[in-house]
């Protein structure tokens, strides 16, 4: 063979190995090995979360579908009334995120230093008249709740479903003389659906998770006082990681869906 024939095949060669070594990499993928690679998720570990008492049935709905997202992370829930939750975390209580009912004991904690960034409004609410299955008091306006007759549970002025009353009150020109006053909206609604009271003022979606355990008896005073719902990371995390993926989560299509679902409206 000739020395310039010689020359061509010898390239000719080369580019062939080279050609079937690059198809044989694009096959086996970025491995070393030969195994299609795939990005570690850097959520792993508990997430702890304080969240209101109002949102129970929806948080821990999520949490769960947060797990199977990330399936090294575990959620632990702190359900309570979002002015005890800022009590426990101005104390030093340990927790990755925190969701409260309303803006006011949110601004509490960011005042207190206890709050990583800004936080964010994910869900609204209203309140709403819960009576025992079959309304036995005949309870049929929030005026009614006034009536020395009628056994009226409500939250506690700190507590946001408090609040709320209290500005409905207001708004209405009713004062009422409840035979309790609850550190939670789940604490007023079980004294409802035990029968201890005639009628309870807490959110809507409480009453739609209720189901036929109690009865809603609307009063348009509700549509004056909305809660807003803020959700934030808490300085000094302990899980940074799972507290910004957590807040994501339920500020994404995810946690919307089940916001929806559950009766919370929206920002």
């Known amino acids: 063979m000739t020395r310039p024939r010689l020359r061509a095949a010898v390239v000719l060669a080369v580019a062939a190995g080279l050609l079937l070594s690059g198809c044989s990499t ?5 491995g070393a090995s ?12 508990t ?7 109002s949102l129970t049935a929806t948080f821990t709905r999520l949490g769960k579908e947060f797990e199977a997202a990330h399936p090294g992370a575990t959620v632990s829930f702190s359900f309570a009334g979002s002015s005890d939750l800022v009590s426990q975390l101005t104390a030093g209580a340990p927790a990755d995120v925190f969701a409260s009912a309303d803006e006011k ?24 008249i819960a009576v025992p299955a079959g309304n036995p008091a005949h309870v049929k306006s929030f005026a009614d709740l006034a009536s020395p007759s009628v056994k009226t549970v409500i939250c506690a002025p700190q507590v946001p479903c408090g609040t709320a009353t209290a500005a409905v009150e207001k708004s209405a020109g009713v004062t009422l003389t409840p035979v309790s006053q609850e550190s939670s909206v789940t604490d007023v609604l079980g004294k409802v659906i035990s029968g201890e009271a005639d009628a309870g003022v807490v959110y809507a979606t409480d009453v739609k998770g209720a189901g036929s355990k109690v009865a ?52």
């Open 105 to 128: 004991n949110m601004t509490k904690a960011v005042d207190a230093g206890t709050i990583d960034g800004k936080p964010v409004d994910f869900a609204t609410n209203v309140l709403a």
């Open 34 to 45: 030969g195994t299609p690679t795939r990005s570690a998720d850097d959520v792993h570990g």
């Open 216 to 267: 809603s008896v609307p009063f348009p005073e509700a549509a004056k006082t909305v809660n807003v719902y803020p959700l934030a990371t808490v300085a000094h995390a302990p899980n940074p990681a799972g507290a910004a993926a957590f807040v994501a989560f339920v500020t994404g299509p995810s946690g919307r869906s089940a916001l929806r679902a559950e009766g919370f409206g929206l920002p």
């Open 47 to 53: 997430v702890t979360v304080f969240a209101a008492a």
């Open 26 to 30: 694009a096959a086996a993928g970025p």
